[in-house]
């Protein structure tokens, strides 16, 4: 991509995530994609070396050279990884900024939390109920992922899919992935939903919850299912909306 077709406020995301990384040119402005995004199977084991090697042939892939922002399913506090859900164990206590910095050397990146980054790019460019009162995101996904935002700012590094609900954590229960592997219907995986979002109703109070991951696409299917107070939406952006996020995080330079 030459510089001049670039739209003047373009940013650069990176999505890693247990079975694909994705990286795409973002319009900052509008949230949308410039041109196509660029997906490379993760490496097994996906160590960080491993996932940098990866990231870092996506960036060439696209020719950029300005600032990344890249999500991780970790914890991240001061841009070290304190948990590591779907990658390598190695990832626990790694400082992304010494890994990248080695990797892309000279380079600007900022490393967040997947489902923080989706919760942020569906405040900028999503639903008006995410920039309003008190919002709870989830991406229901491989994990469940969750992003608390308050007029549309971001308490991140909440771990919303771990909370034991019952008896199990609740991603355990109600990610998209038991859907599958259990091959539940979406009735019965709607009756999983509702049970946990009970309980997180009960916990926090929010005015909505937002929902995303690609089984938001398909949220008629199963929202009727749910019995909760609280409304239930699904998140607009669907699966655009890591990379976005990093992108903007990145643009933002904010390094949780
Ligand atoms: C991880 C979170 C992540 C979520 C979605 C969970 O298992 O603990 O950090 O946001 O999966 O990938």
């Known amino acids: 991509m030459t510089e001049n077709s ?15 990384i994705k990286g ?8 949308e994609f410039v041109g196509e995004r660029h997906k490379i199977a993760t490496p097994q084991p ?3 070396e491993a996932v940098a090697e990866t990231i870092t042939a996506i960036i060439e892939h696209f020719g950029w050279d300005g600032p990344v922002g890249i999500t991780l399913p970790s914890v991240m506090k001061h841009q070290v990884a304190r948990s590591a859900a779907n990658v390598d164990q190695q990832w626990i206590g790694t400082d992304t900024q010494e890994l990248f910095g080695r ?5 600007e990146v ?3 939390n997947d489902a923080d980054a989706a919760g942020l790019a569906e405040v900028e460019f999503g639903a008006a109920e995410a920039r309003e009162g008190a919002a709870i ?3 229901l996904g491989t994990g469940i992922g969750s992003a608390l935002l308050l007029e549309g700012k971001l308490f991140p590094n909440t771990e919303l899919g771990h909370m034991i609900v019952g008896k199990k954590e609740a991603e355990k229960q109600a990610s998209s992935a038991v859907k599958d592997k259990k091959e539940l219907s979406y009735k019965d995986w709607a009756k999983r939903v509702n049970t946990v979002l009970e309980e997180y109703e009960k916990l926090f109070n929010p005015d909505v919850f937002l929902i995303g991951g690609g089984i938001s696409r398909k949220f008629d299917k199963w929202s009727g299912y749910l019995t909760l107070e609280t409304p239930v939406m699904p998140a607009n952006l669907r699966n655009r909306a890591g990379i976005v996020g990093a992108a903007l995080a990145a643009q933002r330079g904010v390094k949780p």
Not at 6 to 20: H, K, M, R
Not at 24 to 31: C, S
């Open 137 to 139: 995101f989830l991406t």
């Open 6 to 20: 670039l739209p003047a406020n373009a940013g650069f995301g990176i999505d890693v995530g247990g079975s694909g």
């Open 103 to 107: 990797h892309l050397p000279g380079r």
């Open 110 to 112: 900022t490393v967040l």
């Open 24 to 31: 795409a040119i973002v319009d900052l402005d509008t949230g």
């Open 46 to 48: 996906a160590t960080p």
